[in-house]
């Protein structure tokens, strides 16, 4: 039995969310092997990645094909390494790997379990079903399971030990069926959204965009990254990769800060598992403070300043 | 051309979720059940690319139960030209679905695949995946927006961090995401007219899918509960206990 897990990098280092895959991998107690995808950057991704505690193997799949990872030309490569060696393969349950891990799963006529938050057996794991409102524990009967695991419940994995062997592996054919146009990425300053420790979210309470500066302005103090409500993206107040809930990025910091987020379900699903949740709202009765370990009822624009001055 | 559209039926959003004492399931009995958000998303685009000429048919297919026609009328409703229902009681595992929804699709043989990113009770988000495999075509999973130009489907679909664009050889596989659109409400006279569209149920059996069962449901829990947090009244009050009990700060 032996796990493989598939890797996702910043084109320098490995995702957290990838970090965090590992130390689910090695809840499992299987033998763990790390793939690496990507152009020539993905050669020195690898070897760092090589000194991951706990990490047997790398494999490194170093081809122009790979650059974008698109599923239809990194399936076959998983699949033919999945082989008769692999009992377990995971991923983050990132948009990378839950774009390729059903494909994999279809090739390999096996079903497949997603966004896993906890390893229960080798065979059995447990997963969030109805936006967070109910556990499922589940079993997989198929010969090779494939998981996708929910980054945010685990720790990641930390990077002290000696380099594993890193081994090279070839890539087959891209496919024909699909073409890479273009990407446009956000860059910020700020920590990554969701690994970040602290993160401060504003709702529709900000009334606009330029009031988020506020927000802002407290994650930078704190460190932290900048979330937002679904409302609030969908009212043009923040970008839609900032959004957090169950339709946009799930996060567990040891610190949360929502402000003016009334706490609706889809919110709820995505953030709930943080450790210490505060939440400032003029609502004292809004849903948000079911969840709140610490809540100031108060107005936004004057409670915000106050907090950036006294961190 | 001709667009599928797969849908499922699922529990009403705006529904509380409540989960069985005996922890076999999620009680959905009596509960109103509905066109599952992002699959609404999904008919909504087909009914767009339609009304813009890109496509000349829109099919909506659905596995499950007969109960499931209910959501494929909606669909009709909304604008969809007829239907088609996979009727079996099975529990739905992604990997069976998919391989009655692409038997569907060789007798159909559509140049779109239409399908919600995920359904909002079992959160697999994997059934258009694994469609695409099985077709052997291209996908495009979170779409935010959909165009046809030179004999390829043209999708920008919402990643970590961004957005990015492929083009896509037809048929294709398209899982639509939030921001795709935003549906329309079917009005009164097409809801009745929607009870005269075609609506054709196939048994599952008879499509000679090779399906099998692969995850077994042991239980299901209510997730654990936050113990109660306290007010504050004042910013200085909460920073004192972010920075004393919590020592976060």
Known sequence: MRTLV?????????TAGTLRAITAAIDLGLDTDLLVMGGPEASAVAEHAALTKGLHRVLLAQDEMFEKTLAENVQPLITSLVGDIYTHVMADASSMGRNVLPRVAASLDVGMLSDVIKVVSADTFERPIYAGNAIATVQSIDSVKLLTVRASAFAQASSHQDRCDVIAVDGG??????????EQLTV???PDLSS?????????????????????????????AVGASRAA????????????GQTGKIVAPDLYIAAGISGAIQHLAGMSGSKVIVAINQDAEAPIAKVADYMLVADLFEALPALEKAL | MKVLVAVKRAIDPNVKVRVKGDGSGVDLNGVKMALNPFCEIAVEEAIR??????VCEVVVVSVGTSAAQE????????????????ETSAMLEPLNVAKYLSKVIDNEKPQLILFGKQAIDQENNQTGQMVAQLIGSGQAT???????????WVVEREVDGGSQVVALTAPAVVTCDLRLNEPRYASLPNIMKAKKKPLEVIAADDLGANVREHTRLLKVTLPPVRKAGINVSSVSELVEKLRNVAGLI
């Open chain 1, 6 to 14: 598939i890797a996702e990098h910043t084109g320098s280092q490995l």
């Open chain 1, 173 to 182: 054919q891209s496919a024909s069926t699909v073409r890479f146009v273009s």
């Open chain 1, 188 to 190: 910020s300053e700020r």
């Open chain 1, 196 to 224: 970040a420790r602290v993160v401060v979210s504003g709702g529709r309470g900000m009334q606009s965009k330029a009031n988020f500066a506020l927000i802002e302005r407290v994650a930078d103090k704190l460190g932290g």
């Open chain 1, 233 to 244: 993206v969908d009212a043009g107040f923040a970008p839609n990769d900032l959004q957090v």
């Open chain 2, 49 to 54: 690319l339609k009304e813009k000429g890109v």
């Open chain 2, 71 to 86: 959501q494929l009328r909606t669909a009709l409703a909304l604008g969809a030209d007829r239907a088609l229902l996979v």
């Open chain 2, 142 to 152: 979170f779409a935010s927006a959909i165009s046809y130009a030179d004999d390829r």
